[in-house]
């Protein structure tokens, strides 16, 4: 995907730097901000699964996109980490109100990442993009806690030697870009100054490896067979 940064006015890129920032330095509950010093218009997260819900303990990535016309039009959002919900579409796109009739300007991305948050608790039916989801969750939720609580289990949460919410695919991941320019110098000199990415340098998030190999194999053995039981399904 192309950057839009010099697609975007300086005064826009300054008012998205700044929010930016306050997302790093005061990150709502339960997300974490990996915003790119080369290309603002691409912001990555993760986003920890809701207590009481089939997501709970699991992180989630996903990405927000700044088009052309932002504000003016809202970002698109895509969940990395593949998720059985009624809002989200195979290829991760997200179905919400605020991102399609119900988008402001005024609204700004911290709106965003929280009512996509929300999503999780509170998934709508009524404007799925995956159908079987928006269906199992009206007629048998069981079955859709169960098929949730399994995506859950085998992508969204780590395994020995994995990250949390890693993309299964290749694919899935962020794709290195070639630098968009100089943003300081596009944004004008005042723009503040924005935290290297995940990927930019940034260590990951830490992740515990188990020094017994048996009990490595065992959790292998147990991400293989759900990986099978889902193929079942």
């Known amino acids: 995907m192309n950057s839009n940064v010099e697609n975007l006015p300086p005064h826009v890129l ?4 700044k929010e930016v920032s ?32 089939p997501f709970a303990g699991g992180v ?78 009206l007629e048998d939720y069981a079955e859709y806690e169960a098929r949730a609580r399994l995506l859950t289990e085998i992508h969204a949460m780590a395994g020995p030697g994995d990250l949390p919410g890693a993309a299964q695919d290749p694919h899935d991941s962020p794709q290195p870009k070639k630098h968009a320019g100089d943003l300081a110098k596009r944004a004008g000199g005042g723009a503040p100054a924005v935290p290297a990415a995940l990927g930019n340098g940034a ?5 515990s490896v188990s020094s017994s190999t048996s009990s490595s194999s065992v959790a292998v053995k147990k991400k293989a067979d759900k990986k099978r039981a889902l193929r079942r399904l």
Request: neutral net charge; charged residues 25%.
């Open 60 to 137: 989630f990535r996903m990405r927000l996109v700044l088009g052309k016309d932002f504000p003016a039009v809202p970002p698109k959002g895509y969940f990395l980490t593949k998720i059985f919900h009624p809002n989200v579409g195979h290829k991760g796109e997200i179905c919400v109100n605020v991102l399609k009739r119900d988008w402001k300007a005024e609204l700004g991305l911290r709106h965003v990442l929280l009512t996509i948050k929300c999503l999780l608790i509170h998934p709508n039916p009524e404007s799925a993009l995956n159908e079987e989801a928006g269906r199992l969750l």
């Open 203 to 207: 260590s990951g998030p830490s992740v």
């Open 14 to 17: 300054r008012l998205v730097y």
């Open 22 to 53: 306050a997302l790093v330095a005061d990150p709502p509950e339960g997300i974490k901000i990996y915003p790119s010093d080369e290309d603002i218009t691409e912001l990555h997260t993760a986003i920890e699964g809701p207590e009481g819900t």
